[in-house]
């Protein structure tokens, strides 16, 4: 069966760093393009940052660019992403994404692209 295994997350003060991770599972992780997306209470689920299949193409979101950094891990099949200079707004809970492609340099922040999804884990900043 195909998953995504999250970890990382939990409540940080304001300025800090974190780091998740998101661990495939019954998949061929070097054919799929992974992305982050986040959700805030009352919002939709909206794009954080995405990476292709060879990692050498990476896309953020205006609003974490230089502050988060995506990669992965193809040894460990793993993406994570690191989160610096952590913000009240980035309050909301994480889900890594995966999508199947031919094509080894393609990223993409659209959300109804991607088909498997990790359970999601909060990230909380607090003053």
């Known amino acids: 069966q195909e998953q995504l295994v999250q970890s990382g997350g939990g409540t940080v003060q304001i300025g800090a760093s974190l780091g998740l991770s998101c661990d495939g599972s019954?998949?061929?992780?070097?054919?799929?393009?992974l992305a982050w997306f986040r959700q805030a209470p009352g919002d939709g689920r909206v794009f954080v940052a995405a990476?292709?299949?060879?990692?050498?193409?990476?896309y953020y979101a205006d609003s974490v660019k230089g502050r988060f950094t995506v990669s992965r891990d193809a040894a460990k099949m793993s993406v994570t992403l690191q989160m610096n200079s952590l913000k009240p707004e980035d309050t909301a809970v994480y889900y890594c994404?995966?999508?199947?492609?031919?094509?080894?340099?393609?990223?993409?922040?659209?959300?109804?692209?991607?088909?498997?999804w990790g359970r999601g884990t909060q990230v909380t900043v607090s003053s």
């Open positions: 994404a995966a999508r199947q492609t031919p094509y080894s340099f393609v990223t993409s922040n659209i959300r109804d692209h991607y088909n498997i």
């Open positions: 019954g998949l061929t992780f070097h054919e799929y393009a």
């Open positions: 990476i292709s299949r060879s990692g050498d193409n990476t």
